[in-house]
């Protein structure tokens, strides 16, 4: 019985603890687990940030979750330096997942009518991933390219048994994420909070304007990707 006890308890503190890794496009530092509910993981950003070629259609973001039910969005800077959460706007309207691992989806920043995009650009993105515990934060430094194609090597998988749904506005709670006091976070100036729900709603309403009539098409296409794995 306490030896049941002992593996119930430690379930529990895996759960409480669970977090997500960006995997493509390279996120901007190492993955650093206590830096995660801060502004972009704690990396401070830089006008001399290494960028990843991104496509400007045609891409697709992969990452790990360790939630059995997540959330996540998608928000896009144009600024050289992005220093907070007011600095972006909605590129992926936020959606619901079922099922933990390798999780990849496609994206089109040119659909998302956020102004200034275009070959060459140079933006910052934030993930932003809620597994119930709180809400998680990982950034990638991108050059968006027109017509680029992703290597072969790059990898776009989904694990079995994933479902995808879209969130609703009241699904995404209000975010309380400072920055990191951490020797690779950021400054103090990062501390403004993330999108709340409502938040959200608003300054993704540019990107959900021309999505919503290609949502059905986009998570049909993950509905795919999911099915074929």
Partial sequence: MRSATLVFLSGLVAAASAHFQL?????????????????CDGYAPSANANRTEFPLDGGFISLNSEHPIWTLGVELSTLQVATSFQNFSGAVPFFQVTGAGAFCFPVDFAASNITGLQDGTNVTIQLIFDGGDGELFQCADLTLKSGLTLSNTTSCQ????????TATSASFPTSSATSGSSSNSSSSSNSSSAPSASQTTTTSSAALAVSM??????????GVLLAAF
């Fill in 213 to 222: 009539s290609a949502a059905a098409g986009i998570f049909a296409f993950a």
């Fill in 23 to 39: 995997q493509f496009p390279v996120p901007r530092g190492p993955f650093v687990e206590k830096n995660e509910p801060t502004f």
């Fill in 158 to 165: 989904n694990s079995t048994g994933q479902t995808v749904v």
